[in-house]
């Protein structure tokens, strides 16, 4: 195969050089001697194949919108994510005009003033007006598209722990190559962790001494969260950089070692609904890895469940027996003398 | 200018009888015209090296699982494995591709070929002004340029961590094995890299600023030498920081530190670094990386206005303008770098600081764009294969910059952030304008570079198959990325939602292919001419400009005699009431006649 291989690649560059040979010969035969000049035909040609293309570039945008419209995202699933797309497509509609005059002027302009020996360009160096014109224009834009930007994203960044919003609270780890979640408990608190605490089942490295981390319970492969509740993801990394991103919810935020970084947004449809809306009974919600990090980074992920909240809390209730750390009796969590220790974990 | 004893000076160190051997010659040259030349043959060897990788991981994202033999052969049966290659080398090759293709074809080479040969020329100077500096430039790229290949071959693979490799996985072998030998090559190799970059970038200033002939006013400089002295202005800013950046990080693979390093537990173990931030590394990074992107494309830009004014056959509309666009596009690239780390945690406030910088750029860039189309219009527009590439640029500069207005409003990146949404939008706005530019600038200036003139038919087929592949491969990647498919990813077969892009990845590899294979006619036709295209004459498009003015030779100091003067702006075309439709920089002005554009009244 390398021999073939090999073998195309000559063939290749022989049949150009014979190519350029038959060209050379013929237009010595035609007794021109500098095939390099662009003759009359060269201007036709390439200016007709200008149109062309012009006509042909639009068309197959234009297809690719038709096509490809049903494989794109679903319907945003979140709060945020209605938003998100609504500026997302005001925006698209603004670049998508710029982007289909200023190609159209350009391959048009090619076309039409195509070289023509009879005529002359114009000799039209500059016009202030006309420069004024398009800095003011894209500059009226840019301020509505900033503003617009700016209002959203400072909404979408706003801490809702801090503004005592209500919330569900959960932690994600990510970690070469799979991610882990932790429910703060009924008291909706995270307990303390620290990287040098991991080991055995505290695969992360929560602090047992902190009397908040007696209810935390975690999960991995699938997680469940509550439409219409704000849903708080604390994130962090175990090892590197990773990213989590739940493009269904158009939420997004990386996962950082030693950083404390956060994402929220509030879940609309539940899975059961996005499998009627897109038609596929198998339809799940994922959450991905979005920042390179190894060999697997394509396929770290986890499945995230949107369910109705009275199925929520009965699954939520079920899970939070599974405490990270065992503590026996109720009275355990009331004398938090009694220390908790992290052997206990080692059972399980 | 002062240049008088300059000349003279020169004229002794040049017409001096000093032996010049072939070594000197051809190998330690410091005449600008072979440096120029050395640059370009590297970065054609280094840019097919790059499409070659890019071929090869197209195979993999557009029939993953399927055996190529082709890959079997490229990689070898440790990486590819019954032709399938594996992950990790397909994250190597990622990695190595955006290197190659951002510092390497288009820094050292663009800036290095065009630079290099167009400063002296178009300013009329003798040569650099520190010939010295300027091949110490080229050996240092090309060292620089044989570790980077040489990595490609280290046992553990060649750094893997992406071209912005972000520690802690660029710091750390336990997570990924090209983060072991490989990476400490990559670095080496870029710090050379730097090194290489200082030295032509210092001597680019200094060229401009202080070898201007009797005449070239600043104002009088065309816009390529405008470009080309920014972007180096740029990169002198800027590299200084990357090298910072790198040093750090080889402090903390080797020597234990922890700038970019914190509570880490990986490989079954609690590494001891306390303290440091990963994040920080991102800020140095993206400080040189942001106007690397505008150091990769404000040398095509320049190219462009000329190129596009000569054939034309009219001034570029708004010279002014275009100066005025490119140093402010120069100085905010200083205080964007943010909007590539929207998604780190950063204060909201700051983000909008970014998001505020980031769109005000849109304004000279829509200004650029604007005028190069007020350029054509009304213009006798005559077709080499250079304009062709030109307005090609113009439009992937269009496509790929109005996505970048999606991307740099923060919200709006939160869903597209490393999705393969950026990677289209890098590529057309970045990649292939400054690619076509550089093609447009090796047709355009070849019978300065070697004399000879490219075949013409060639030059057309090369061009149109690469134009419509190149939007055939990239402009279908704003949908996958739309489809919320991130970048780097090895396949997409791991998640059903991806299931029904497999044709979209199909076609993309299509053309990929089929535009690697037009780069054959390319590299036939330019190794083909050098040794047996047409002669050139001295001015075969009918430029106004100072390099058309020194005959069909590589005369060592440009010109035999004295430099010549320049008496006015390089954009005479069409001039009214001129017999010819150009003028050379070298015709004084007539009595009573007004020089530049400026206050031209049709
Ligand atoms: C020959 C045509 C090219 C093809 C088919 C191609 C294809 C690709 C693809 C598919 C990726 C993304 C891979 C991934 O994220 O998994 C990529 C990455 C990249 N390409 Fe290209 N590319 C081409 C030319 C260029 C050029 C001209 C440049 C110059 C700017 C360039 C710069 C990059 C960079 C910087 C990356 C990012 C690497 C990273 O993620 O670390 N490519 N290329
Ligand atoms: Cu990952
Ligand atoms: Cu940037």
Redesign the pocket.
């Known amino acids: 195969m390398s021999f073939l291989t090999l073998l195309a690649i000559a063939l290749g560059v022989i049949t150009l050089g014979y190519i350029v040979r038959i060209f050379e010969l013929s237009s010595e035969l035609k007794g021109e001697q500098q095939n390099w000049v662009i003759r009359d035909k060269d201007n036709k040609t390439q200016g007709t194949l200008f149109l062309l293309f012009l006509i042909g570039f639009f068309l197959f945008v234009a297809w690719q919108l038709v096509a490809y419209k049903d494989r794109l995202l679903p319907v945003a699933a979140s709060e945020e994510g209605v938003e998100i797309d609504w500026l997302m497509n005001f925006n698209f509609i603004i670049i998508f005009i710029v982007f289909v005059i200023v190609n159209f002027l350009l391959f048009y302009f090619a076309f039409k003033y195509r070289f023509d020996s009879n005529r002359k360009a114009l000799y039209y160096p500059v016009n202030h007006r006309l420069e004024i014109l398009w800095t003011v224009i894209p500059g009226i834009a840019m301020a509505i598209i900033i503003v617009l930007g700016l209002k959203l994203w400072s909404s979408l960044q706003r801490d809702p722990v801090e503004n005592g919003e209500e919330h569900i609270k959960i932690e994600l780890v990510a970690e070469q190559f799979r991610w882990s979640a932790r429910y703060a408990g009924d008291d909706n608190e995270l307990g303390n962790f620290n990287y040098r605490l991991i080991a055995g089942a505290n695969n992360l490295g929560v602090d047992s001494t902190d009397a908040n981390s007696w209810d935390d319970f975690t999960l991995a492969n699938e997680i469940y969260i509550p439409k219409g509740k704000r849903v708080y993801f604390s994130l962090r990394s175990k090892d590197i950089i990773h990213s989590a991103y739940f493009p269904h919810f158009r939420m997004q935020m990386n996962c950082v070692p030693g950083l404390h970084t956060m994402l929220h947004f509030m879940p609309t449809i539940t899975t059961d609904s996005m499998r009627m809306i897109t038609k596929n009974e198998n339809f799940e919600y994922i959450l991905l890895c979005n920042k390179i990090c190894g060999a697997s980074h394509f396929n770290m992920k986890m499945v995230v469940k949107v369910v109705e909240m009275d199925e929520f809390t009965k699954w939520y209730d079920e899970k939070k027996k599974n405490t990270i750390f065992k503590m026996d009796a109720p009275a355990a969590m009331e004398t938090p003398k009694m220390e908790p220790v992290a052997d206990t974990t080692k059972k399980d | 200018m002062s240049d008088h004893s300059h000349d003279h000076q020169h004229d002794h160190d040049h017409h001096g009888h000093h032996e010049e051997t072939w070594v000197t010659k051809y190998v330690f040259s410091m005449d600008h015209k072979v440096i120029s030349r050395q640059f370009l043959i590297t970065a054609v060897i280094m840019g097919v090296v790059?499409?070659l990788m890019?071929t090869l991981?197209?195979l993999q994202?557009g029939w993953p699982g399927e055996k190529f033999a082709f890959v079997n052969w490229m990689l070898g049966d440790h990486w590819g494995k019954d032709g399938i290659m594996s992950p990790d080398m397909y994250l190597g090759l990622?990695?190595i591709?955006?290197t190659i293709?951002?510092f390497f074809?288009?820094t050292g080479g663009l800036s290095g070929t065009f630079s290099n040969l167009l400063i002296p020329y178009q300013v009329g100077a003798r040569d650099m002004a520190s010939g010295f500096l300027n091949m110490l430039s080229y050996w240092f790229f090309f060292i620089s340029s044989v570790i980077m290949l040489v990595s490609l071959f280290v046992a553990s693979g060649p750094a893997s961590a992406?071209?912005?490799i972000y520690p802690p996985l660029s710091a750390l072998p336990q997570a990924i094995p090209g983060s072991g030998l490989g990476m400490t090559l990559w670095l080496v190799s870029m710090s050379l890299f730097i090194v290489s970059a200082l030295l032509g970038g210092l001597n680019y200033i200094i060229t401009v600023l202080n070898l201007r002939t009797k005449g070239m006013t600043m104002s009088r400089l065309p816009l390529t030498i405008w470009a080309f002295l920014i972007t180096a202005i740029l990169g002198v800013l800027s590299f200084p920081v990357l090298l910072g950046g790198c040093l750090l990080l080889i402090f903390d693979r080797g020597f234990g530190t922890s700038f970019y390093l914190s509570d880490i537990y990986i490989g079954g173990q609690a590494l001891d670094y306390q303290g440091g931030s990963p994040i920080l590394f991102q800020h140095l990074f993206w400080f040189l990386g942001h106007p690397e992107v505008y150091i990769?494309l404000l040398p095509a830009l320049g190219m462009a206005s000329e190129i596009i004014s000569v054939n034309s056959r009219k001034p570029i509309f708004g010279y002014k303008a275009m100066v005025g666009s490119m140093l402010a596009i120069g100085f905010l690239s200083f205080i964007v770098w943010g909007h590539h780390m929207f998604l780190t945690g950063m204060n909201p406030f700051l983000g909008s600081v970014f998001v505020f910088t980031t769109l005000l750029i849109a304004i000279p860039s829509a200004v650029k764009a604007f005028n190069y189309i007020t350029t054509l219009w009304k213009g006798n527009l005559v077709f080499t294969p250079a304009m062709l590439f030109c307005i090609g640029l113009v439009s992937t500069f269009i496509t790929g910059g109005v996505t970048g207005i999606i991307l740099a409003d923060s919200a709006l990146d939160i869903p597209v952030h490393d999705t393969y949404f950026v990677?289209a939008h890098?590529?057309i706005v970045?990649?292939?304008s400054?690619?076509l530019g550089m093609f447009a600038g090796v047709y355009h200036w070849f019978p300065k570079l070697f004399l000879r003139m490219m075949n013409k038919p060639l030059g057309y087929l090369h061009f149109w198959i690469t134009f419509v592949s190149a939007y055939g491969?990239f402009f279908p990647m704003h949908f996958i990325g739309l489809a919320g498919v991130p970048?780097?990813?090895y396949t997409n077969t791991e998640f059903p939602m991806f299931d029904n892009l497999v044709d979209i990845n199909e076609l993309v590899s299509v053309f990929?292919i089929i535009?690697?294979i037009a780069q054959g006619i390319f590299l036939f036709n330019f190794f083909y001419s050098i040794f047996r295209g047409e002669r050139a004459t001295e001015n075969p498009w009918n430029s106004t400009t100072l390099e058309w003015t020194n005959g069909v030779e590589h005369i060592h100091g440009n010109w035999h005699g004295a430099l010549p003067e320049v008496h006015r702006w390089p954009y005479d075309y069409s001039k009214p009431g001129k017999e010819k439709d150009f003028v050379m920089q070298t015709v004084p002005l007539e009595p009573g006649e007004i020089d530049g554009g400026e206050h031209h009244r049709p």
């Open positions: 790059g499409m890019s991981f197209r994202l990622v990695t591709h955006g293709m951002v074809v288009l992406g071209w912005t990769v990677v890098f590529h970045m990649g292939l400054a690619i491969v970048r780097r990813y990929a535009g690697a």
